[in-house]
C-alpha cells in the first residue's frame, strides 16, 4: 500500500501518514529498506505491539 492508500483507508492526509511512520521508525518500531523508504520491515513485532498497546490504553485521569 502507498502512503496515500493508508490515508485514504484511516481517513488520514498523506502528511499525517508520513509524521506517523517517521515517528514509528524514529522510536525503532518500525524500519525502512534503504531504497525508497518504501519498503517497511518490523524488527521487532513485540516492540510493535507493546506500542499499540500504550496507543489503545485510556489515558491516566489527571489528578486535581
Same mark, same amino acid.
Given at each position: 500500500?502507498?502512503?496515500?492508500?493508508? =490515508?485514504?483507508?484511516?481517513?488520514?492526509?498523506?502528511?499525517?501518514?508520513?509524521? !506517523?511512520?517517521?515517528?514509528? !521508525?524514529?522510536?525503532?518500531?518500525?524500519?525502512?529498506?534503504?531504497? =525508497?523508504?518504501?519498503?517497511?520491515?518490523?524488527?521487532?513485532?513485540?516492540?510493535?505491539? !507493546?506500542?499499540?498497546?500504550?496507543?489503545? !490504553?485510556?489515558?491516566?485521569?489527571?489528578?486535581?
Amino acid at each position: 500500500m502507498t502512503r496515500a492508500e493508508i =490515508g485514504n483507508y484511516l481517513g488520514m492526509t498523506l502528511e499525517s501518514v508520513s509524521r !506517523a511512520l517517521s515517528r514509528l !521508525a524514529r522510536d525503532k518500531v518500525i524500519g525502512f529498506a534503504t531504497k =525508497g523508504r518504501r519498503d517497511v520491515q518490523i524488527p521487532d513485532v513485540g516492540a510493535l505491539s !507493546a506500542f499499540v498497546q500504550r496507543c489503545l !490504553a485510556p489515558a491516566p485521569a489527571m489528578l486535581q
